[in-house]
């Protein structure tokens, strides 16, 4: 009887938060409608990559497939079987320089690139870029990317390995690797769990999301760069090789609160957001820049990242201080009909989103598909904007506050927490302390608000909650929650 309960107490709370994100998405659906790419039934859309290229879009599935679709918003959108027989593809790139009229992609075991000599939509021939990893034959052995940098150099995210390797273990598991012009690679990077996400910034610095397990507190946003070690043991042997661009860090120690495990190993990557657990999603995949120029709404060079779990798109606002990446995450749209795998903005200024359920469930009743989010041309009431100050935060809106409430401290509250570095799957928060709003200040535009908060701590997230504020006309804030990660603090008065 016990355990019967218990079950009804489980479907009662998944069928409530069921109802809380319809309630959500219906709400964010007057700013950001959702269309739905519907495909013959024969055409199954596990989506794993999506390129745009002019009125056509090339979406990879990871049965190994191509597709080209034609006019893919259009009411007759014309699909193409470009491709097939390759093996999970997860990631498509337009060639440039030496690959210029090819495409590139990323398989299990090889970058590859691909060329449609004669024009019919259908690529002939099929190229080894590079191969230097080996697979062990586990089936979580992922390749993500590739992405251009800024010199031009191709990097791809390799995923570790869970359970059985029938193969044997295989070196530079969990590594990033750079691929030069010349095909040449360079193992720049390590310690990535499963680093679903990979993309370049506009000015071509390369950020990875992972997703929480062990040796991963919880879902991240970070740079990648040579040298870096982001945390995770697995695949660390491999930097005793020569080829290896990462010092040996040595072991790692387990059940370490975040601020003393990086003070025992300088060379860890700090996340540059930490995406709280199932506040913020459970799967963090793809992400790409709104560099559309205003046609995506008011986040013009903010990221917007997948979530595979929630079915859901996040956004990601950053900032640069004492060399160190760190930010803010915000809710952005809910109610998509599965999980997240890709998302690509579209020439029309529309985010496209790759999505397939395959392997993993996630909220949503599709197995798989593609959808785009396109933004209606109403301004949402959101906080654009949370930005470190060496007395707290600074928060700008996107349309002007109600004055008195936005000044009032009691229309905030927020708290701070970190999480241990630990071989167990994920980590619970721990060290939570409340931030009390000490005073707050409000721009004479009624656009920005500076937050006095005490107890502010580096190397830990503060979750800012303004249920409270109002904008001008008495509308409540879309969505009310923020997540700081502060890896470091301005100075100054």
């Known amino acids: 009887m016990t355990d019967r309960i218990a079950r009804i107490g489980i479907a009662l709370a998944t069928a409530s938060c069921a109802s809380l994100t319809f309630a959500q998405a219906s709400r964010e659906a007057e700013y950001y409608p959702v269309d739905t790419l519907v495909a013959p039934e024969s055409v199954v859309l596990e989506a794993g990559g999506l390129l745009h290229l002019d009125d056509r879009l090339l979406v990879c599935t990871r049965r190994g497939e191509i597709w080209t679709i034609i006019r893919p918003w259009s009411d007759s959108p014309e699909f193409v079987l470009s491709l097939d027989g390759l093996q999970e593809p997860l990631g498509l790139l337009a060639g440039t320089g030496r690959d210029e009229g090819w495409i590139l992609v990323t398989q299990r075991g090889a970058l590859s690139r691909i060329r449609d000599d004669d024009g019919d939509l259908r690529f ?152 709280p657990y199932d506040k913020m999603g459970r799967s963090a995949s793809g992400f790409a820049w709104d560099t559309t120029g205003g046609m995506f709404g008011p986040f013009e060079g903010q990221i917007f990242v997948g979530d595979q779990y929630h079915a859901s798109v996040m956004r990601v606002d950053l900032e640069k201080i004492a060399g160190r990446w760190q930010g803010a995450c915000f809710p952005f749209r809910e109610g998509l009909q599965c999980g997240v795998i890709r998302v690509a903005f579209a020439p029309d200024g529309s985010l496209v989103v ?131 990660t502060l890896n470091a603090r301005p100075v100054g008065d």
């Not at 990893?133 to 590739?146: D, K, L, R």
């Not at 959808?371 to 100050?389: H, L």
Request: aromatic share 12%.
């Open 354 to 484: 790759g999505q397939t359920n395959r392997g993993w469930a996630s909220h949503g009743n599709k197995p798989y598909g593609v959808e785009r989010i396109r933004w209606s041309g109403k301004v949402p009431f959101e906080i654009r904007t949370m930005r470190a100050t060496p007395t707290g935060f600074r928060l700008e809106f996107t349309e002007a506050v109600d004055p008195a409430l936005a000044g009032d401290p009691a229309s905030y509250s927020m708290s701070r927490y970190t999480y241990r570095h630990h071989s167990d799957y994920g980590s619970p928060e721990i060290l939570t302390e409340a931030c009390p709003i000490e005073a707050v200040t409000v721009d004479a535009d009624g656009r920005g608000v500076e937050l006095v908060v005490e107890n502010l701590r580096e190397l830990f997230v503060h979750e800012l909650h303004a249920d409270g504020v109002r904008s001008a006309s008495g509308a409540p804030l879309l969505h009310a929650d923020a997540y700081y």
């Open 124 to 275: 002939d021939r099929v190229e080894t870029v590079n191969d230097d990893w080996e697979i062990s034959g586990n089936y979580h052995e992922y390749t993500f990317g590739p992405v251009r940098d800024a010199n031009g150099d191709l990097w791809i995210t390799l995923n570790r390995p869970f359970g059985p390797e029938p193969f044997g273990p295989k070196d530079w598991r969990g590594w990033a690797i750079r691929i030069d012009d010349q095909g040449r690679s360079h193992f720049e990077t390590a310690g990535l769990r499963s680093p679903c996400g990979v993309a370049a910034s506009p000015d071509g610095e390369v950020f990875y999301t992972d997703n929480q397990g062990e040796w991963t507190p919880t879902n991240k946003l970070a740079v990648l760069e040579r040298g870096g070690f982001h945390g995770h043991p697995w695949g660390i042997e491999s930097a005793k090789r020569p080829e290896s661009l990462v010092a040996y860090p040595g072991p790692i120690p387990d059940r370490t609160p975040l601020p003393e495990f990086v003070e025992k190993f300088p060379s860890y990557t700090l996340p540059a957001v930490w995406f």
